[in-house]
């Protein structure tokens, strides 16, 4: 099948979603412009701060909900049983139950004062189910922090020539974040985007050149700092920085793809398990549905909406168009990773995911050879750049809601022992650079949240006697999927030639905790109606 032909439907599928299904959803839920955001009634100039465009606000969210996920998934799911199935599951789970969960999750949040996900499960479901779902989630985000530290650190690694833009992206957005309240967006962006392009230049020829577990280190000291930062000094712009960068990373593959049409050479199917090849990955049911684990929905993607992008939207009408648009977005970015991958020739695509490099360097490699005929040389390094952007501004995203939670459960009131808590738990995991072991945890864990999370929307509709359908079947759907890629795991983890008995128990732990959910809900729910 031609690869543009593929991408070209993908857009037009997701242009018309976005028209006629997000407009239901902003119906479903009573969207209106004269109800006051949390950012408004909430307001603290920390973490409560209404944003003065909603394009920044965009870029912010698209930035932090856009990290490895939609790169590394597709690569290996390409690689484990064909880009046909993935694809299927990116565009449909993307329309369906993705930018559902995440547009859900941020209205939800908005309506009950800032609230997270976790916190509104208390009214909406029981006190117990919030517990559960708190320290769910907590697990859940040590587990995102440690696997996309050491997925930064690889890109920094294997690419010196993206630490100078990496690093020195910092000072220029708190500049960037102090010119924005001074000036107008157009002027500081173009300020933001010129020092943006100097760095890149420099890098190329001064490279800062340290090992994987120096960079893991380097990078939590900056989520902590990053996550006791005032919200509008250095995360919000950071990412509206970096998500001019990723949209030019998005823009160029999309139009390589349109242009070049490349071959798809990798199978469209593989086998339903391919433990010959590849003995770790699984049937594709329902290992295929956490494998790619942000590409079509992602609970960490309702932790960004719940978590800081609804305490600094500025009116509601801009939900449809952050929380439905951006994941609709990621889902574009994971569609062209998709190609990109699969037009590598299929040896290639092995020998570089077993001994070369892993899938940083597979989507290098692939996304590389699509865009060389405007890039030249430069194509895979340029690409190893973006993808570490999209780690960083996941990380200090995520080590932000940490804090949050860390707070919340374990009742500490001090932000910087909070933060400690989270960034030494994230770095005794992260330091053992085994992403292979805490990947598929990690996918598993992040689904699970995302139907927790379209549960909570189903309760807080239902007891607004509104519509749950929408959200209540792909809620069942991904509690079914996640549970049985748990009980799969335990048993490889456990029967194994070396068994993996940390990862068995981090399953153990969180089905216990994600079954305790779904029987409050269900129990509450009976209660409801």
């Known amino acids: 099948m031609s690869a543009a ?13 976005y028209r006629f299904y997000g407009s239901f959803l902003n119906r479903l839920y009573g969207i209106h412009s004269d109800i006051k955001t949390p950012a408004h009634t909430q307001y603290d100039g920390v973490d409560f701060v209404p944003v003065k465009s909603w394009v920044v606000l965009f870029g912010h969210h698209f930035a932090s909900i856009c990290g490895a996920g939609p790169i590394v998934g597709p690569v290996l799911a390409v690689a484990y049983w064909g880009w046909a199935p993935s694809l ?21 949040s908005m309506r009950s004062e800032g609230k997270s996900i976790s916190d509104i499960a208390h009214p909406e479901i029981s006190k117990r189910a919030k517990l559960f779902f708190a320290w769910f989630i907590w697990f859940t985000l040590i587990l995102v922090i440690a696997v996309f530290a050491i997925f930064g650190a690889k890109t920094l690694d294997q690419e010196p020539s993206s630490v100078l833009p990496a690093t020195g992206l910092i000072p220029v957005a708190i500049l960037v974040g102090y010119l924005l309240k001074k000036i107008s967006v157009l002027n500081a962006t173009i300020v933001g985007l010129g020092l943006l392009g100097v760095l890149l230049l420099l890098g190329q020829s001064i490279t800062i050149p340290f090992s994987s577990p120096v960079w893991i280190t380097l990078l939590l000291i900056y989520c ?3 996550s006791v930062t005032p919200v509008d000094r250095l995360l919000q712009p950071r990412d509206y920085l970096a998500s001019y960068l990723l949209f030019f990373t998005i823009g160029l593959g999309v139009v390589s793809i349109l242009f070049t049409n490349p071959d ?125 952007t999209f780690i ?138």
């Open 5 to 17: 032909l593929i991408l070209i439907i993908t857009l037009v599928l997701f242009l018309l979603a």
């Open 88 to 108: 299927i599951w990116i565009v449909f789970g993307s329309i369906l139950l993705g930018a559902v969960a995440d547009y859900s999750s941020l209205v939800v």
């Open 224 to 226: 902590f700092a990053a």
């Open 264 to 388: 798809l050479l990798s199978s469209s199917y593989t086998t339903w398990n391919p433990k010959e090849t590849w003995p770790n990955a699984g049937p594709l049911f329902p290992m295929l549905f956490v494998t790619i684990a942000c590409g079509a929905i992602s609970g960490f993607h309702s932790l960004v909406s719940s978590g800081t992008t609804c305490k600094q939207i500025a009116n509601e009408v801009h939900a449809c168009r952050i929380g439905y648009g951006g994941m609709l977005t990621e889902g574009l970015v994971a569609v062209m990773v998709l190609i990109c991958v699969a037009a590598l020739a299929p040896s290639t695509l092995t020998d570089t995911l077993k001994t070369g490099g892993g899938p940083i360097a597979a989507f290098g490699q692939g996304y590389g050879d699509v865009v060389s005929f405007l890039m030249g040389d430069y194509g895979k390094p340029f690409a190893i750049l973006a993808l570490n």
């Open 392 to 529: 960083l501004t996941t990380l200090d995203s995520a080590t932000r809601i940490a804090r949050y939670l860390t707070m919340e459960i374990l009742g500490v009131q001090n932000k910087y022992t909070a933060t400690l808590i989270v960034v030494v738990a994230a770095g005794l995991l992260g330091l053992t650079g085994q992403w292979s072991r805490i990947w598929p945890a990690f996918g598993t864990a992040n689904q699970l949240i995302a139907g927790l999370s379209l549960l909570v929307a189903s309760a807080w509709l239902l007891r607004r006697e509104r519509p749950h359908w929408y959200t209540f079947i792909p809620a069942i759907f991904m509690l079914v999927v996640t549970t049985s890629a748990f009980v799969l795991q335990i048993i490889q983890s456990t029967t194994q030639d070396r068994p993996d008995y940390l990862i068995a128990g981090v399953a153990v732990v969180l089905i216990i905790l994600s079954l305790s959910i779904f029987w409050e809900a269900i129990r509450n729910t009976r209660k409801i109606s």
